[in-house]
């Protein structure tokens, strides 16, 4: 399980010029004025004022963790050796590299860590130069992990399995972790307005989701036997295919490696369609109880299309594949084989990908990257042929042979 929230940024900017085509030279020479201008602005802040204003608005809500800091396609900052309070040292790596960006940049990726009120969140904001006058200029996107719904260290995931069962029993545990996060996104949203003063910002409420995970994110738990309980910062950033960034987008999954969150997942998966009495609830329970507090929580699959409600769960209980079979495997297992998923994830083109799961084609007929053999050749001809570049310098290094080859 997982809460999101997010925000847009709107910032002023410089109007951005087309070029004079023959025809605006034509009824130039006869007297007319063409409108050259494209709908589009152009930010006149640079790399490191960029980065400065965001530390300074996520330091008046006190967020200091930084985590990453790129720019287009370089990772200027890593904090690979999980340091804190370490905002300074992204700022440094913004001023050490400016002259580099000197002539400019195309998208700048801020991220954040902040652990408060329960919740465990990573703050992304992304800006691009230029944007659309109507498009905000500035995204946040927010993911947090409820910490009381994860495994802890030592502990047997049959024994977490129990505990994080019961406390599901509390109908009022997401509501209040969400409106923990709501509170954390309105102290962000407030920083922001006030650092970016002649921008507007607006903060959506958060929402909660329950991910069904991929086969190859399974196996990857499978294959882990449980043993790594934090997430893990990815060498380089894994983002999403075209179509990722929905309105479901959680950074944990672009910038951090997490074998546990596949567990939670498919064990509330399980809770929601078939019966668990030592928990104290039976199938539908848990659905029905968060949409009845005013929390609806909506079930996804790893590419971030929904099935539905929670509290509908046993309506396409069916679609869910044999979810309770597998969520009781012995994933601490010392040989793990991953021949019993067939019946849960047959079909699914990260089956064959092994790759993590990340946006690909999901049965989807190429809507995302096209990353497997059941994506027809035409789909994937109009899918690479203007983000080849984008997709295989991040998620799709063990697949690029299917989805670009001709880069």
């Not at 996060?181 to 929402?207: C, I, T």
């Amino acid at each position: 399980m997982r809460l999101t929230a997010q925000a847009r940024i709107f910032l002023p900017g410089e109007d951005v010029f087309r070029k004079p085509t023959f025809w605006d030279k034509v009824g130039s020479f006869f007297g007319g004025e063409a409108d050259l201008r494209t709908g589009e602005i152009q930010l006149t802040q640079d790399v490191l004022a960029l980065t400065e204003q965001i530390q300074q608005a996520l330091g008046l809500a006190k967020i200091k963790n930084a985590v990453t800091l790129v720019i287009d396609t370089d990772v200027l900052y890593q904090d690979l050796e999980d340091l804190k309070d370490d905002a300074d040292l992204l700022v440094k790596a913004a001023r050490d590299n400016a002259p580099r960006f000197a002539r400019g940049f195309q998208v700048l990726r801020a991220v954040f860590e902040h652990e408060a009120d329960g919740i465990h969140s990573l703050i992304e904001i992304t800006v691009r130069a230029k944007a659309k006058k109507t498009e905000p200029t500035a995204t946040v996107s927010v993911g947090a992990r409820i910490q009381e719904l994860r495994p802890k260290d030592g502990e047997a995931l049959e024994d977490a399995k129990e505990r994080i069962g019961k406390a599901l029993g509390n109908a009022q545990l997401v509501p209040t972790y969400r409106n923990a996060l709501n509170n954390l996104m309105n102290k962000v949203g407030a920083g922001l307005q006030r650092v970016f003063a002649s921008g507007r910002v607006e903060v959506d409420p958060a929402d909660a989701q329950i991910v069904r995970p991929s086969g190859a994110d399974v196996r990857d738990l499978g294959q882990n036997g449980g043993s790594q309980r934090e997430a893990d910062l990815r060498g380089a950033p894994m983002y999403p295919g075209r179509g990722g960034y929905g309105p479901y987008y959680d950074p944990w999954c672009t910038y951090y490696h997490d074998p546990m969150d596949t567990f939670v997942n498919l064990m509330i998966l399980d809770a929601l369609i078939s019966p668990h009495r030592s928990w104290g609830y039976g199938p539908g329970w848990l659905g029905s109880q968060w949409s009845g507090y005013g929390v609806p929580v909506t079930v996804i699959n790893y590419n971030g299309v929904a099935y539905g409600n929670a509290s509908d769960a046993l309506d396409y209980s069916d679609r869910l594949g044999s979810v309770h079979d597998t969520a009781n495997m012995d994933f601490e297992a010392a040989h793990w084989d991953d021949s019993s998923l067939a019946s849960y994830d047959a079909g699914d083109s990260t089956w064959s990908g092994g790759s993590g799961g990340t946006f690909d084609c999901a049965g989807d007929a190429g809507t995302f990257d096209c990353a497997g053999s059941d994506c027809a050749s035409s789909d994937c001809s109009s899918d690479c042929s203007s983000d080849c570049s984008w997709d295989c310098s991040s998620d799709c290094s063990s697949d690029c042979s299917w989805d670009c080859s001709s880069d």
